[in-house]
C-alpha cells in the first residue's frame, strides 16, 4: 500500500509539473515572447539583482554547468548586453555588468513577467491569491528552497509613470530637508517633461533604482552638445539611503558616456547638498565655479561641477 501511495503522488507531482510549466509558458523556445530562453533569461535576471558578479559566481548560484554559462555569456557579450571589467579585488578576475541595451532587455521581460502573473491571478478573489501564494510557499519549504537572498536594489530605464515620481519626490524631499518652494519643482518637471520630448536612446538616458518593487532612486544623463553631458535630478529616497544607490547611478552616467563617445560630463547642484557633492567628487568631478542664488526661496551657493571623459 504505501508503495501505491508513493506512486501515486510522484504522478501527482509529474501532472503539477506539467500543468504549471505549460501555464507559465516556459515550454516556448522564447520566454515571454522575447529572443530569451528559460535559461537566459534567468541569467539576465541575476545580472541586474547583482552588483558586479563574476562568472563563478553565477554559476554558483543557479547550479549552471561552467562551459554552458559561458556560452550563454558570450553570447550576451555579442549582442552588447554585457561588458567585462577587471575585478578590483582581484584583478585577474572580470566582473559583468549590464550595459544600457542589457538593461532595456531586462526591464522589458521584466515588466512582461510582472504583466503575465497579473493576469493570471488577476481573475482570484485576494483570499484566493492568498492562498495560492501560502502555497507556493509551502512547497518552498518542503522542498527545501534556499533562504530568499534579499536584493538591495536593482537598476532599470524609465518606464511609464516614472516621470511623475521623479517629479512628486523631488518636490516633497527638497521642501521637506531644504525648505525649498514649488520653484523647484517647476524646475524639475520641465526637466523631465523636456526629457521626454526630446529624448534621444542613443545619447541620452534615465536610471530608475528599485527595491521591492518601488522606485527609491532617480538620475538623467542629457545631450549638452555632440561633446558634453549633463548629468541631472540625482535622488535617492531616504529610506534608500546608505545602500551606494546614488554612487552606481553615477557611475552608470560615467560608464554610458564614454560608452557613447562624450568627452565631458556637466552638472548644476548647490552646496547644501553634502551627499550629492561627496558622490561627485568621488567619481571624479572637479567643482568649476559657484554663485549665490535665492531660485527656491532660500539663499543658495549654486555650483557647476565637471569631469573630464
Known amino acids: 500500500m504505501a508503495e501505491t501511495d508513493t506512486a501515486g503522488r510522484i504522478e501527482a507531482v509529474r501532472g503539477f509539473n506539467r500543468f504549471y510549466t505549460q501555464k507559465i509558458g516556459v515550454l516556448q523556445k522564447q520566454l515571454l515572447k522575447s529572443p530569451f530562453s528559460l535559461t537566459e533569461a534567468r541569467v539576465l535576471y541575476e545580472l541586474a539583482h547583482r552588483e558586479k558578479p563574476t562568472a563563478a559566481e553565477l554559476g554558483s548560484e ?11 555569456l558570450r553570447g550576451f557579450e555579442e549582442r552588447g548586453l554585457i561588458e567585462k571589467q577587471p575585478s578590483e579585488e582581484d584583478g585577474r578576475r572580470s566582473v559583468l555588468l549590464l550595459t544600457p541595451q542589457g538593461q532595456d532587455a531586462f526591464a522589458s521581460i521584466n515588466t512582461r513577467s510582472r504583466n503575465e502573473i497579473h ?26 528552497a534556499r533562504p530568499v537572498r534579499k536584493v538591495p536594489y536593482i537598476l532599470r530605464p524609465h518606464q511609464p509613470g516614472d516621470m511623475g515620481w521623479v517629479v512628486h519626490r523631488h518636490g516633497v524631499l527638497y521642501s521637506q530637508e531644504y525648505g525649498w518652494n514649488e520653484g523647484f519643482e517647476a524646475l524639475v518637471a520641465n526637466v523631465a ?5 526630446k529624448f534621444d536612446p542613443k545619447r541620452e538616458r534615465c536610471w530608475i533604482a528599485e527595491r521591492d518593487g518601488e522606485p527609491v532612486g532617480s538620475v538623467f544623463l542629457v545631450k549638452k552638445t555632440e561633446e558634453v553631458a549633463k548629468l541631472r535630478l540625482l535622488l535617492v529616497e531616504p529610506k534608500a539611503r546608505g545602500l551606494g544607490i546614488g554612487g552606481r547611478l553615477v557611475d552608470e552616467c560615467v560608464r554610458f558616456s564614454r560608452q557613447v563617445g562624450y568627452r565631458k560630463i556637466t552638472l548644476w547642484t548647490n552646496s547644501v547638498l553634502t551627499a550629492a557633492r561627496a558622490i561627485y567628487e568621488k567619481a571624479g568631478f572637479r567643482l568649476i565655479s559657484s554663485e549665490p542664488h535665492e531660485l ?11 569631469l573630464e571623459l
Open 296 to 306: 527656491f526661496g532660500p539663499r543658495e551657493l549654486g555650483e557647476t561641477w565637471e
Open 62 to 72: 543557479l547550479g549552471l554547468d561552467a562551459g554552458y554559462l559561458s556560452r550563454i
Open 119 to 144: 493576469e493570471l491571478i488577476g481573475a482570484l478573489s485576494p483570499a484566493d491569491q492568498g492562498r495560492l501564494v501560502e502555497a507556493m510557499r509551502t512547497i518552498e519549504e518542503l522542498l527545501g
Open 193 to 197: 517633461a523636456e526629457f521626454i520630448q
